[in-house]
């Protein structure tokens, strides 16, 4: 099935649809978010009830979205009924964190997954799963515009919020020409660019960045492997004074600024005995060595989670 077909079949299942619930993913970032409050959006327009669900609230860099508030973290609404529920930026209802609450919703519903990760499991009753578009937001802007539906200020906003934080800004191979277009036609919609500039990369603060200064200067480079490694521990959190929500978006920074490193690699201790690893890469397959250690992601961008502890010592840090 082509593209387009695709995209008016799912018009078609969501226009038979009066009862939406909308899910992205938990700890979403900014292209969970972005591709949630467009469809959202949308939804409402159309005169759908619908209900916007994550398991996590959306972090405050993102309160300037028109549908911030709507979000709920309440597993309540998975008790009610609902005609499709939309999975949204997920490879799998795990990594949604919805996989121990969906047996809860009442018989009737479709699932429809719609993501742009190349490992994901088409666990949809519909699947648009897009792996060579930029975002799950640029695959819902494609959506709408082949169906013909007007671009509002909010649509636009939220949208251009997705494809710019998963592409960096244009900096990333996930960039092509199509993300660069829908950028253009979303900037003319409306879009509020300065308002989303500063929330994606003007939000970190004095303790923030202290963190950020840690994982750097323990950067290390392995010409045999052409990898830069580098790790952070909860005490080094504790220290800075910040939550696990304050290593977002190093992985991209140390990638996006280390010219001299085929690849790197991210390690962080995020609890007693959990290590959360973020690979990011110019050319390798990086998933492949995410789904070794049980993750999974883009091929160029992935991650994955171990148990254990990061412990240093006179011969270097090993896992324990």
Not at 186 to 206: H, M, P, Q, V, W
Not at 207 to 224: D, I, N, P
């Amino acid at each position: 099935m082509d593209a387009s077909t695709q995209y008016r079949s799912l018009y078609r299942l969501l226009a038979a649809c009066q009862r939406v619930l909308v899910v992205g993913h938990k700890k979403p970032d900014g292209d969970a978010i972005g591709a949630s409050t467009a469809l959202y959006h949308w939804l409402k327009t159309q005169g759908k009830d619908s209900i916007l669900f994550c398991m996590d609230a959306p972090g405050p860099a993102f309160r300037f979205l028109d549908h911030y508030h709507d979000f709920t973290t309440d597993p309540a609404v998975f008790d009610a009924a609902y005609d499709a529920v939309v999975v949204l930026d997920s490879g799998d209802l795990r990594y949604c964190g919805i996989d121990q609450l969906v047996s809860r919703l009442p018989t009737g519903y479709r699932t429809i997954n719609i993501d742009h990760h190349p490992t994901n499991t088409s666990y949809g009753d519909f699947n648009l799963v897009m792996p060579e578009v930029s975002s799950t937001s640029e695959i819902i802007y494609r959506f709408l515009t082949a169906n013909g539906q007007a671009m509002d200020q909010t649509l636009a906003t939220s949208l251009m919020t997705g494809i710019l934080f998963d592409t960096h800004y244009f900096s990333n191979a996930a960039t092509k020409h199509e993300s660069l277009s829908a950028v253009s036609r979303l900037s003319a919609a409306g879009a509020r660019a300065t308002e989303i500039g500063r929330a994606l990369y003007l939000n970190k603060d004095a303790k923030t960045l202290q963190l950020w200064g840690c994982a750097l200067s323990r950067l290390r480079y392995s010409q045999a492997h052409d990898i830069a490694v580098t790790y952070l521990k909860t005490e080094d959190l504790a220290r800075a004074g910040v939550g696990p929500a304050a290593t977002e978006g190093i992985a991209n920074f140390i990638s996006t600024v280390c010219g001299g490193a085929e690849t790197i690699l991210i390690l962080t201790q995020t609890d007693e005995n959990l290590i959360k690893g973020s690979f990011r890469s110019v050319k390798r397959d990086v998933t492949k060595l995410a789904k070794l250690l049980g993750g999974g992601g883009h091929k160029l961008a992935a991650g994955f989670a171990i148990p254990g502890r990061i412990v240093e010592t006179e011969n270097g840090v090993k896992i324990v």
